[in-house]
Every structure is written in C-alpha cells, then in structure tokens.
C-alpha cells in the first residue's frame, strides 16, 4: 500500500466507552481514503455500502476519473490527448506498461501483439456448438473461456513471462474471436487475420472482408475504429473489472477471469446502453416529436429515460462523448452520409436537453454512448455487436487491472462481508409436524 498516511477519522461507538482512530490514505489525486482494516479487530463491527459506491476495494495507479469535473485520465495522461494523438496499440501498451512506449519499445508491442491473433484451429469447433442466432455476448464469453484449456505452457500467474504472454493473447486474440462470432452468425466463412494490418484495420477486414471479393479498407473508419477502442479501453473499478478482479484474487486462469468480466459486462446497465440509445433515437422518429418525448422522460411516472445522458461518476459531461460527437461527424462523412435523420435527431435532443432546467439541475449530461451507437451503425455493426465491441475494447484494460492485482503484495483474495437478515438459528423439525 503506497497511499500516503494522512491525517485520521475517529469512529465511536455509542453507548460504549470505544473508539477507534483510522488512518486517512492520500492518493496522488481524488479524496482520501478511511482505512478501516482494523474497524472489525477493533470495534467489531462491519461497514454496509452496497454496490460500493463509497469502497476504494484496490490501490490502482491505472486510471483516474474525476466525474464532477468531466476528468478521464489513463496513467495520468487526459483522454482527449490520447484519443487524438496516441495509437490504441500504444494505448494499450501504457495501459499495461504505466509509461508510453518509445518507437522501439512500441514496435516490439505491436510485433508481440500481430503475432498472436490467430486462434486454434480446434477453437474454430467452439462456434458450431452454438446456434446461430446466439447473441455473440454469449459466444465470446464461452470462447475466451474456453482459451484457458489451450495454453498449458503459460498456466502459472506467479511467472511475470506467462503473465505477458497472456496479455498478449488476450488483446490479440479478441479482435479475431469477436469478428468471428460476427461471421458465424450471418453465415459467412471465418476470414483469418492479416498481420500486415494494423489493430483496427484488422479488425474491420475481419469483421467485412468476404473470400468473393477484394477488401478495400478505409483509413478514416479505421482510425475511427481505433479511437473508439480507446475511449473504451479502461474505465478504473466498474462492475466488469471489478469482477475481473475478484475472480482474479483467487488465482484462477486470466482467460477465465476476462470470460467473468465479458459476462458483467453484457447487462444493459453497463455495456448495453448504446443499443438504447438507437432504439430511443427510432422511436422518437424525428425532430418534432422531441418536445412530447422530453416531457415523457420529465414526467416521474412515465419511467422513461433519456438514454445515452447521465452517468453514476461523471456529473458533467463525458469527456469521451465530446470525442464520440467528433467522431460520429467523420464517419458519417466518410461514408457519404450527409443527412442522417439519427444524427439530427440526436443533435437537436442534446441541445434541447443541455439547456433544459430538469437535466441542467440534475447535472445530466451526454455519456460516451450517446453517439456511439450511430457510429457503429453507420459502420454498418448490427446492434447486437455494440457489447461485443466494448469487449474488445475493455481487455486491455481487464488484463492491464488483474496484472496490478496480481502483482500487488497486499492483495488478498476478494471476500467481502454481509449485513445478514435472515432467520436467528433454529432447528429441524421432521415434516410431520410442521403445520
Ligand atoms: N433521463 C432522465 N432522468 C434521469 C436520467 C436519464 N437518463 N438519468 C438520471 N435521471 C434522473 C433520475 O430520475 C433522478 O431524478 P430524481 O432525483 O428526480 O429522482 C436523478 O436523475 C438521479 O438519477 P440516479 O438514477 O440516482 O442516477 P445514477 O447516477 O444512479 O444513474 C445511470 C446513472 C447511468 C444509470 C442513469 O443516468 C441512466 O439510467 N442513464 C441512461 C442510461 C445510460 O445512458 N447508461 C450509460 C451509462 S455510460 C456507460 C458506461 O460507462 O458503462
């Protein structure tokens, strides 16, 4: 534990002559930390905070986010310099590393990188015992799953060698297994990676390209591509790397843990909202339903959203939907799109929205899903594969997570404690004589 000791918090217990001093732990940045190790030793006593939403459950040195003021820094450097100047394999390398990378250190990265992203070819069977409608969610979370019984050479986490060589795999591997699941689903041949291109580039050329025809790749939808993998790219202590994390502390096969992370990550409170956000944007139909529908989400009873605004961290506005927007504006352009009824759609809501008094006071503000979902449509990504997307993204940040668990000394296996109400001990009657 390398956060800094500073100043305390005293907690007594009422009715009793105890107390107890804890000491207060500094970050580099964000508010201090209660460390209450020795509340249980010392008062007996447990703290209640479910969903942890007041926990620090880790010391991480990955990212940072300061969502009052619409903060997002990976290793210290703000998303919005990373999204513009930085590769997503260089991304992915600080994500891992702590530092960015010098060209040869770089090269190396990308080299380690394109040289895993074939799969097994007894992998390939995985696919066909799904169904073909099968939601690729499910499909990339028994593949990577399944990825654990292939690489008995790397199998101990203490050896830092396997630990790399894993997270090799993984980024690799990811792009290939979800374009696949892709394929599988709309009934078209497997098309294996081609390492003379780039991460993303690759990516598309898997998830597009068809043995019929020449595949003509678009820098534009490729760097676009690339952007959004890093804006997804790691998100500190959510629900999935959270529970990467804790299937972690127990020693178990990182390709199972990033499996256990897929599956959190598949609920619609977490990876799914972008879907929504299409769906809201099809339903309202266009500009001047908006007033009608505006009043629909403000009303307490109506339960309707505005999906794509508000976040559980940032009361301001996501630094990655300004990129997002930016973004969506260079697809769309690329692709020859000029009026997109979405877009203006989305356009005209979110300036209504920004000015109206309901989401202003409740600080509501776009989240990154709020254009991404237009985006990856353009793209021409089917709903079902925005998830699977976030997937691909998120590894790196799941793997980059369970290696600073792995090698952190006060790491204990993830146990936490429950306020219990059930039933007081009681004890078994034979059926016969209960009523
Ligand atoms: N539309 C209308 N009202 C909202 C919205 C919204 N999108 N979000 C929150 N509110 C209201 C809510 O009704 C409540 O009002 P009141 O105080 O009058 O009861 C107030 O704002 C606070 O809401 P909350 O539910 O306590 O806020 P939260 O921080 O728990 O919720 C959220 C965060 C993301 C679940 C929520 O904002 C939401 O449902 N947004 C829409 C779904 C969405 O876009 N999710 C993507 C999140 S970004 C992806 C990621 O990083 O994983």
Same mark, same amino acid.
């Given at each position: ?57 880790? &010391? ?54 394109? =040289? ?14 799904? =169904? ?48 696949? #699941? ?19 580039? /690759?990516?598309?050329?898997?998830? /597009? ?29 959510? #629900? ?15 390709? #199972? ?16 909202? /972008? ?39 940032? !009361? /301001?506005?996501?630094? =990655? ?11 769309? &352009?690329?692709?020859?799109? !000029? ?53 691909? #993204? =998120? ?8 290696? &600073? ?26 059926? &016969?004589?209960?009523?």
């Amino acid at each position: 534990m390398s956060g800094m000791a500073n100043g305390s918090v005293t907690i007594s217990l009422d009715g009793t002559n105890k107390s107890l001093t804890l000491p207060l732990l500094n970050g580099s940045l964000g508010p201090p930390v209660a460390d209450i190790r020795k509340l249980y030793g010392n008062l007996g006593i447990f703290t209640y905070d479910p969903g942890y939403g007041e926990t620090a459950s880790c &010391e991480s040195k990955i990212t940072y986010i300061d969502g009052d003021l619409g903060i997002l820094l990976y290793r210290g450097y703000p998303i919005e310099e990373l999204a513009e100047h930085a590769s997503f394999i260089e991304v992915a390398y600080l994500l891992l590393n702590g530092d960015l990378p010098n060209p040869a250190e770089l090269a190396e990265f990308d080299q380690g990188v394109r =040289r895993h992203t074939m799969l097994h070819e007894q992998l390939r069977r995985f696919y066909e015992g799904f =169904r073909r409608d099968a939601h690729p969610m499910a499909v990339i979370c028994g593949v990577v799953g399944a990825l654990s019984a292939f690489y008995h050479d790397s199998l101990d986490i203490t050896n830092p060698g396997h630990r790399r060589i894993s997270a090799f795999r993984l980024i690799a591997k990811m792009p290939t297994i979800a374009a696949w #699941a892709y394929k599988y689903a709309t009934g078209q041949p497997f098309v294996y990676p081609n390492n003379e291109l780039g991460y993303a580039e /690759n990516f598309l050329y898997m998830m /597009n390209a068809v043995p019929a025809e020449p595949f003509k790749g678009s820098p534009v939808l490729a760097r676009a591509m690339d952007r959004i993998l890093t804006l997804h790219a790691d998100h500190e202590q959510n #629900a999935s790397t959270s529970t990467v994390r804790l299937a972690g502390s127990t020693g178990a096969n990182p390709f #199972a843990c990033i499996a256990a992370g897929i599956a959190s990550l598949w609920g619609p409170a977490h990876g799914g909202a /972008n879907e929504a956000v299409l769906r809201m944007l099809g339903e309202i139909g266009n500009v001047t339903a908006i007033p009608d529908f505006i009043a629909k989400v403000k009303d307490r009873h109506s339960n309707v959203r505005l999906m794509g605004f508000g976040h559980r961290v940032y !009361k /301001n506005y996501d630094p =990655r939907a300004k990129i997002m927007q930016r973004t969506c504006h260079e697809v769309l &352009e690329e692709l020859g799109i !000029k009026d997109d009824p979405l877009l203006d759609l989305a356009v005209e809501l979110e300036k209504i929205a920004l000015e109206d008094d309901y989401f202003v006071s409740r600080k509501l503000y776009p989240n990154v899903d709020f254009y991404s979902g237009i985006i990856l449509k353009a793209m021409g990504f089917p709903t079902s594969m925005f998830t699977v997307l976030f997937a691909v #993204a =998120r590894t790196v940040g799941w793997i980059s997570q369970w290696k &600073e668990m792995i090698e952190d000394p006060s790491q204990r296996i993830g146990r936490p404690r429950q306020l219990y109400t059930g039933s007081v001990e009681r004890h078994y009657l034979p059926i &016969e004589k209960r009523g």
